[in-house]
């Protein structure tokens, strides 16, 4: 997998976790838990897990963002 897409997938898990939190703080509706079985399925752990991974891995996009200005203001 390419890096490109391995950022695209890390930001849409993301944006999955914050619509779940914001769904889990405005109505107190865990969306993940509902669609998979409880917080307690095996399914709902890997997504809650792969959503955390992913928050984790695009800290990496702020030193992306931060090359991508030295490249443009150089040209």
């Known amino acids: 997998m390419s890096m490109k897409a391995l950022d695209y ?5 993301v944006i999955i976790g914050a ?3 914001g769904l889990i703080g405005f109505f107190q509706f865990d969306l993940v838990a509902t669609l998979f079985g409880g917080m307690d399925s095996w399914i709902s752990r890997i997504i809650y897990a ?8 695009t ?8 090359n991508e200005e030295v490249v443009v203001n150089n040209h």
């Open 50 to 57: 792969l959503v955390g991974i992913s928050g984790i891995y």
């Open 9 to 13: 997938t890390a930001l849409t898990l």
């Open 19 to 21: 619509i779940n939190w």
């Open 59 to 66: 800290l990496t996009l702020y030193g992306k963002m931060d």
